[in-house]
Every structure is written in C-alpha cells, then in structure tokens.
C-alpha cells in the first residue's frame, strides 16, 4: 500500500513540474501596441509597447527580448527585419514602420528570449502603401488556431519604390490570377479571410500592376499569446511523460 502511495505522489510530481515548464516556456509578454486593429503608415515612428502576462516568466526575470517584425503563416513564420534587443522590463521599443509590399493585415511582431524561455506574438496588424491605402480589415470567425496560412510581405526599398506610380487602389483591382488566404495569429489574437490579387509591378517600364485584398470576414484587436507553434508539442510531451510513469507505476504494482 505504501509503495502505491508513493508511486501516485510520485507521478503527481512528475506532472506538476512539467506542467509548469510547459507554462515557462510558452509566453511572458502581452503585446499592447501595434495589435490587430492598428493601422500603420510606413514612416510612422511609433512606440511598440507590451504588457506582463499571467504567465511565468515575469518581466523581470528576462534580461533581454528580441522584438522581430514578421510575415507568413501561423506555421510558416517568416522574419523580415530585427527591431531590436531591449531589456524586457521596459515594456516599449521605439520604432519605424518600414515601407512593406503588399499592404494589408499580414504583419506581426514576435517577441523571443531565450533565458529563460518565453516566446510571444502580437496579432497581426495593418501596414498601408505610401499614400496610406489598404484593403478594408475583414471581418469574421477566428480560423483554426494553428492551421492559417496568413499572407506573405516584404520589405520594399527606396530604390524600386515610388509614391506616385506604385500606391496600389483597392477600389479598383483587376487581375487574372486569385489566391485565397488567410490571416491570423491565433490563441485570443487576431483572424481574418480574404481572396488576394497579385500582379507584377514595372517602375522602370512605367507599367504598374497593383496587389490588393478583397476580405470576406475580419479580425479581432485582442492582442495575445499565440502558442500554435508550442502548445501542441508540449502537450504531446506532458500526455506521452504521464502515461510512460503510470505505466510503470502500473508495472511495479503488479509486481
């Protein structure tokens, strides 16, 4: 009898302590600003601000986070440029919109440290064109978190960028070729549906083309953790650990 109380309090243990590394490891900063409902110009010199989560680690306890300005899918991330590395506890970073092709709700920020772990996403938010267009924000149901494809940006430089002959209407979009995509950043974060059109634009011919987003469902501003690329292997790792330690309990029971 003593040995299965033991065993018990034993795999009771087990699971506390994982339980609590999986919680270390997934968040410890809630995006404030830019989140889902921001609309940002490029060239805007803006304040990206977070808050302390719920969840350990506190602020206090990161020395430094990365703030990465990022594109792509939920399980396809895609980094485009470092913003900077600034001590977590400051809970702001200075920063200036960069000029992105194509505007639209397809850019986010993640916020990584490594010691200790915690790694945390904004939802994604609204970047114009130059002359401050942008597809209208969809409305609609939050997507499968996890299983959204997004949108994919870039940066644009000054070199093949020009104000006049490049700001895209998106009243007015014809193009032969659509691409259905989708957009979120999810776990209380932002969704968003929309059917893309991409043609190609020519600054030095004089020809250009326009890319644009005709949305059919929006998203929600509530910035917060999006643990889509996390959760589900740490689940996994707390499901297969209990079950090889009751097992074995099992075993030595029967024994």
Known sequence: MKSI?????????????????????????????????????????IKITWLEDTNKPLLSELPNVLIEFMTGSDMNQIP???????????KSCDWTVPAVEPAGQIYFLRF?????????????????????????????????SGKNPGGVGHLVTSTNTNNNSTATNFNNIETANTTTKKNSITGNSISATGTATDTATDTASGNTGSTGITPTTTNTSTSKTNNATKS???????????FVVFLSSSLLIKN
Do not use: H
């Not at 087990?14 to 921001?38: K, R, W």
């Open 5 to 45: 109380i033991l065993l018990n309090l034993l795999f009771c243990l087990l699971l506390l302590i994982t339980l609590n590394e999986v919680q270390y490891v997934q968040s410890a900063i809630t995006p404030n600003f830019p989140i889902g409902d921001s609309i940002l110009k490029p060239g805007d010199e």
């Open 80 to 90: 485009l440029k470092t913003i900077a590395t600034v001590d977590a506890i400051l």
């Open 112 to 144: 990584t440290s490594t010691s200790p772990p915690s790694i945390s996403w904004s939802t994604r938010f609204t970047i114009t064109d130059s002359l401050g267009n942008y597809p209208p924000i969809p409305s609609g149901p939050k997507p499968e």
């Open 232 to 242: 589900n292997y740490d689940t996994w790792y707390v499901t297969i650990l209990s």
